[in-house]
């Protein structure tokens, strides 16, 4: 009996010596990027908005995609139906494109007056800050981007903002992404809970360093909406009241400026204009009835190479191209910032040309 157990155990020990050599380990690939030349292989970010996923031409090539835009209640309930894709397109977005990151924006220039009185009471925002955590989990989504547009009473209203972000972070916790698109203003930008905010709890800020010339342009006079000049400024401002500034994102503009004017000429900035047109996106600039091929090739550049001008047929338009958006992002790297951000992707045209010649700045660095 003895020398039977024996023998069967030698035989066991040998059956499973054979399995398990026999076994292979089974090694999780990481996820490989497709879709084209575009892709982004730097370490900065790039983040665009946009209306829904299927504006983005070349959805590898960003970091973060920001739906654009969650709308509120006036009980401070975010409003679900305002983020037009369901959990089932996030999760297969996701298996398609898995290095890109969705994320829900919160707000945008329409629906701030309504998200401003949220903020501002201490139980509406509890119930803000609530609601959004829940529609981010519930959704597969990234993060939550913060766009409250364009308020003053600064202390009050950035102590306010401070609190939701707090409030956000502690429901999402670390591993979900907080970012906010931050004012030009200097009162906005250096008060004391702003720059809290900045430093301790968000991932990262995208400065709207475009819209300079708003209120000239409503009064008709030639204006440079994505200015490099005031860029430059608005960022270094920015980067003296952070600790980390490679998590400052520039903004980029992916649209221009129309003017009708008096004369088939260049006219300087601050000129007056017969009267400003409208706000025109880069794939209405190059179609044939607006700029054509002179979009890619305007009249002049001006301001460091910060703005492509172009006049046609008594119009006069001031916009960002391939060439002003590339400039831009090079002064952004070559300065330690954290990338860029643009606005917005329904506005490049149909192959994506802003996108790219950004991605291929980017991708340098």
């Known amino acids: 009996m003895k020398k039977t157990a024996v023998v069967l155990l030698v035989l066991l020990m040998f059956v499973f010596a054979c399995s398990c050599s026999g076994k292979k380990e089974v090694v999780k690939e990481e996820p490989k990027r497709v879709g084209s030349s575009t892709e982004l292989v730097s370490s900065k970010r790039?983040?665009?908005?946009?209306?829904?996923?299927?504006?983005?031409?070349?959805?590898?090539?960003?970091?973060?995609?920001?739906?654009?835009?969650?709308?509120?209640?006036?009980?401070?309930?975010?409003?679900?139906?305002t983020f037009?894709?369901?959990?089932?397109?996030?999760?297969?977005?996701h298996e398609e494109h898995p290095y890109t990151k969705v994320i829900a924006g919160l707000g945008?220039?329409?629906?701030?007056?309504?998200?401003?009185?949220?903020?501002m009471d201490a139980d509406k925002r509890k119930v803000l800050a609530e609601t959004t955590?829940?529609?981010?989990?519930?959704?597969?989504?990234?993060g939550v981007d913060l766009d409250w547009e364009y308020y003053s009473d600064y202390a009050d209203r950035n102590a306010a903002y401070l609190d939701l972000a707090i409030q956000l972070r502690t429901l999402l916790g670390k591993d979900?992404?907080?970012?906010?698109?931050g004012q030009s203003a200097d009162s906005f930008f250096r008060e004391d809970s702003c720059v809290?905010?900045?430093?301790?709890?968000?991932?990262?800020?995208?400065?709207?360093?475009?819209?300079?010339d708003y209120t000239g342009r409503q009064k008709s006079y030639i204006g440079y909406n994505g200015n490099f000049t005031q860029l430059k400024r608005v960022m270094n401002g920015y980067a003296s009241v952070v600790t980390d500034k490679s998590k400052l994102l520039i903004g980029l503009p992916f649209y221009g400026l129309k003017y009708a004017v008096e004369e088939n000429r260049i006219y300087e900035r601050g000129e007056n204009?017969?009267?400003?047109?409208?706000?025109?996106?880069?794939?209405?600039?190059?179609?044939?009835?607006?700029?054509?091929?002179?979009?890619?090739?305007?009249?002049?550049?001006?301001?460091?190479?910060?703005?492509?001008?172009?006049?046609?047929?008594?119009?006069?338009?001031?916009?960002?191209?391939?060439?002003?958006?590339?400039?831009?992002?090079?002064?952004a790297c070559e300065n330690g910032f954290g990338g860029t951000m643009a606005w917005v992707a329904s506005s490049d045209d149909a192959v994506g040309s802003l996108g790219k010649a950004v991605t291929n700045v980017l991708n340098k660095y």
């Not at 037009?84 to 977005?93: A, C, I, Q, R, S």
């Not at 945008?108 to 903020?119: F, M, P, T």
């Open 273 to 331: 204009a017969l009267r400003y047109i409208d706000d025109l996106g880069y794939s209405t600039l190059t179609s044939t009835k607006e700029l054509g091929d002179k979009a890619a090739n305007p009249d002049k550049y001006d301001d460091d190479n910060g703005v492509a001008l172009a006049y046609k047929r008594k119009a006069m338009y001031t916009f960002d191209n391939e060439t002003t958006v590339a400039t831009k992002a090079t002064w």
């Open 133 to 142: 955590a829940s529609l981010v989990k519930s959704r597969g989504i990234a």
């Open 84 to 93: 037009p894709h369901l959990k089932d397109t996030v999760d297969k977005f």
């Open 46 to 81: 790039n983040v665009i908005y946009a209306y829904t996923l299927q504006d983005v031409v070349w959805p590898d090539q960003y970091t973060a995609i920001v739906i654009s835009f969650l709308d509120t209640f006036p009980d401070g309930r975010v409003n679900e139906k």
């Open 196 to 212: 809290r905010m900045m430093n301790e709890v968000l991932d990262y800020t995208s400065v709207m360093t475009y819209d300079f």
């Open 176 to 181: 979900y992404i907080i970012s906010m698109a």
């Open 108 to 119: 945008g220039a329409s629906n701030s007056d309504r998200l401003g009185e949220v903020i």
